[in-house]
């Protein structure tokens, strides 16, 4: 069954509202544009294993897609996590092509295209990093001492894999997409003792929902980049262009010609991605460019979330939940642009 549905990462959404806000002449544009497209190609890898993930059965996993977990100063983000009864895997997926050699000794990883070589991080390490951080949920949680693993899945069929080093466990680890459900079926021989029992898998499910955290301020903060550096106003939901302009209560947009009604929730959602999960009116005004308060009060009730405090005191947020319904209609808005772009 599903733990977690699959729709268009939450980072993917943060990566796009920061580029529409950031000037094109800004240092950070061209890397942040370069990591936008990589976390695509890694969203169509991750949708293309669904294909194999719906051969498991249903009663026995459980399968969650893109977990986001604060981990300290930065974020614990896991593609997609299996749960049984016996045992918890961490799938960290790839979706690369080319020459794709694994450095076991030396921690490495690159790729060579083209007759380039880059380096990135180690899939297989990452992997681990996020293994320890769920053993220590569960523990921190006083949940059974389930058996956590990783398995590196590279989901590009076309990718060529090179693996240098001894260490037979490690290169167990890692496989291409075809492989993956024989390389799941070596875990389910590994661990065959049931050690949770319905009520606790229902447990630790809602727990792994719950503790979910769309990864707000982090990105922002990887990348080195000031508030102050966006650019504000509303912005057009067909073409993205900002500022537009408050005309006939509509917001009109001089670039495509178009009016919108809503387009001060999409504004709304980017304020919610970038900076809080609550914003005042005084901060909506300042980021949306709204000279009126009660303009903006009355865009904040219309909008329909929740709110705490009165007049001046008074401010609006959302949990995650809510904001995973808000992104809904722009996940399925750029849905297809993602998929075949």
Same mark, same amino acid.
């Given at each position: 069954?599903?733990?977690?549905?699959?729709?268009?990462?939450?980072?993917?959404?943060?990566?796009?509202?920061?580029?529409?806000?950031?000037?094109?002449?800004?240092?950070?544009?061209?890397?942040?544009?370069?990591?936008?497209?990589?976390?695509?190609?890694?969203?169509?890898?991750?949708?293309?294993?669904?294909?194999?993930?719906?051969?498991?059965?249903?009663?026995?996993?459980?399968?969650?897609?893109?977990?986001?977990?604060?981990?300290?100063?930065?974020?614990?983000?896991? +593609?997609? @996590?299996?749960?049984? $009864?016996?045992?918890?895997? /961490? #799938? &960290?997926? =790839?979706?690369?092509?080319? %020459?794709?050699?694994?450095?076991?000794?030396?921690?490495?990883?690159?790729?060579?295209?083209?007759?380039?070589?880059?380096?990135?991080?180690?899939?297989?390490?990452?992997?681990?990093?996020?293994?320890?951080?769920?053993?220590?949920?569960?523990?921190?949680?006083?949940?059974?001492?389930?058996?956590? +693993?990783? @398995?590196?899945?590279? $989901?590009?069929?076309?990718? /060529? #894999? &090179?693996? =240098?080093?001894?260490?037979? %466990?490690?290169?167990?680890?890692?496989?291409?997409?075809?492989?993956?459900?024989?390389?799941?079926?070596?875990?389910?021989?590994?661990?065959?003792?049931?050690?949770?029992?319905?009520?606790?898998?229902?447990?630790?499910?809602?727990?792994?929902?719950?503790?979910?955290?769309?990864?707000?301020?982090?990105?922002?903060?990887?990348?080195?980049?000031?508030?102050?550096?966006?650019?504000?106003?509303?912005?057009?939901?067909?073409?993205?262009?900002?500022?537009?302009?408050?005309?006939?209560?509509?917001?009109?947009?001089?670039?495509?010609?178009?009016?919108?009604?809503?387009?001060?929730?999409?504004?709304?959602?980017?304020?919610?991605?970038?900076?809080?999960?609550?914003?005042?009116?005084?901060?909506?005004?300042?980021?949306?460019?709204?000279?009126?308060?009660?303009?903006?009060?009355?865009?904040?009730?219309?909008?329909?979330?929740?709110?705490?405090?009165?007049?001046?005191?008074?401010?609006?947020?959302?949990?995650?939940?809510?904001?995973?319904?808000?992104?809904?209609?722009?996940?399925?808005?750029?849905?297809?642009?993602?998929?075949?772009?």
């Amino acid at each position: 069954m599903i733990g977690k549905e699959r729709s268009i990462p939450i980072v993917i959404l943060i990566l796009e509202a920061i580029l529409r806000r950031l000037p094109k002449n800004h240092l950070k544009y061209p890397l942040i544009a370069e990591e936008l497209e990589r976390r695509r190609a890694g969203f169509r890898g991750e949708e293309s294993l669904d294909y194999y993930l719906r051969s498991l059965p249903e009663k026995e996993y459980i399968i969650f897609h893109d977990l986001n977990f604060p981990d300290g100063d930065f974020n614990c983000q896991i +593609d997609t @996590l299996l749960l049984t $009864s016996r045992f918890a895997l /961490i #799938l &960290e997926i =790839k979706n690369m092509t080319g %020459k794709l050699t694994f450095d076991i000794e030396n921690e490495q990883f690159f790729q060579i295209k083209d007759g380039n070589e880059k380096g990135y991080s180690d899939p297989i390490a990452q992997a681990e990093r996020h293994q320890k951080f769920i053993q220590k949920l569960f523990a921190e949680h006083n949940l059974p001492p389930v058996p956590v +693993d990783h @398995l590196v899945v590279i $989901s590009n069929p076309n990718a /060529i #894999l &090179e693996l =240098k080093g001894n260490n037979y %466990k490690v290169i167990k680890r890692v496989c291409k997409s075809q492989s993956m459900l024989k390389r799941i079926s070596l875990y389910e021989q590994k661990y065959e003792k049931k050690i949770l029992t319905p009520k606790e898998l229902r447990k630790i499910s809602k727990l792994l929902v719950k503790l979910n955290t769309p990864p707000t301020k982090f990105i922002l903060q990887n990348y080195g980049i000031k508030k102050t550096e966006l650019r504000f106003g509303v912005h057009c939901p067909i073409c993205d262009y900002l500022p537009l302009y408050r005309q006939k209560a509509s917001w009109f947009c001089p670039n495509c010609q178009s009016f919108s009604k809503d387009a001060y929730i999409y504004t709304l959602l980017d304020y919610f991605l970038l900076y809080d999960l609550k914003v005042t009116n005084q901060q909506f005004r300042e980021f949306a460019l709204i000279n009126s308060p009660d303009l903006s009060g009355r865009l904040l009730r219309a909008a329909e979330i929740k709110y705490s405090g009165t007049n001046k005191g008074r401010y609006y947020y959302v949990d995650n939940n809510q904001l995973e319904k808000l992104t809904t209609q722009i996940r399925r808005k750029n849905s297809r642009n993602l998929r075949y772009s």
